[in-house]
């Protein structure tokens, strides 16, 4: 006659099969733990309101738009300003545990950078460019977008390095 797994024929079948059952309610406890963090991890940090709101701002970006727009879109000054040969660079901070500050060493605001190269390279900061017009030239989300948005097109990376130095 068959019996089901949980009927016991002796004490050490029923010690090995509490052991089974204790270990799989263990690791279903452990296994909702994990899968709970992990929903709080994604849904929680990088899909709250703020950082919401801030990548529709990102993708809301247009070029041709005045720095007032921008400022009105991002609600803000700039984190970070500098230039780069005619243009103006701004960078703005997403909202976030991962984004980075900027270095101790980064030259302060409103520096003129000989080289493209040398533009500051900071994870998660969007990176505008505005020509001498004011109006926003190029721009990219550095680490989180595929493309640097510009004028002249799409180019792939994520920084306004990618551009050739004389599109700025």
């Given at each position: 006659m068959l019996r089901a797994f949980w009927t016991?024929?002796?004490?050490?079948?029923?010690?090995?099969?509490?052991?089974?059952?204790?270990?799989?309610?263990?690791?279903?406890?452990?296994?909702?733990?994990?899968?709970?963090?992990?929903?709080?991890?994604?849904?929680?940090?990088?899909?709250?309101?703020?950082?919401?709101?801030?990548?529709?701002?990102?993708?809301?970006?247009r070029i041709g738009m005045s720095k007032t727009e921008v400022q009105v879109l991002f609600g803000n000054t700039p984190d970070y300003a500098?230039?780069?040969?005619?243009?103006?660079?701004?960078?703005?901070?997403?909202?976030?545990?991962?984004?980075?500050?900027?270095?101790?060493?980064?030259?302060?605001?409103?520096?003129?950078?000989?080289?493209?190269?040398?533009l500051p390279d900071v994870y998660d900061h969007v990176q505008l460019?505005?020509?001498?017009?004011?109006q926003l030239t190029a721009f990219t989300w550095i680490g989180e977008s595929y493309t640097v948005e510009s004028g002249s097109g799409s180019v792939k990376g994520s920084h306004l390095k990618n551009l050739k130095p004389d599109s700025l």
């Open positions: 016991f024929d002796t004490r050490e079948t029923m010690k090995i099969t509490r052991k089974i059952k204790l270990t799989m309610l263990v690791g279903g406890f452990v296994s909702c733990a994990i899968l709970s963090l992990g929903y709080y991890l994604t849904e929680g940090l990088a899909l709250s309101s703020a950082g919401r709101n801030f990548y529709r701002n990102y993708k809301a970006l500098c230039r780069f040969s005619k243009s103006e660079i701004w960078y703005y901070r997403a909202p976030g545990w991962f984004t980075r500050a900027f270095p101790e060493n980064t030259p302060e605001r409103g520096t003129l950078y000989q080289n493209i190269a040398d460019a505005f020509d001498s017009n004011s």
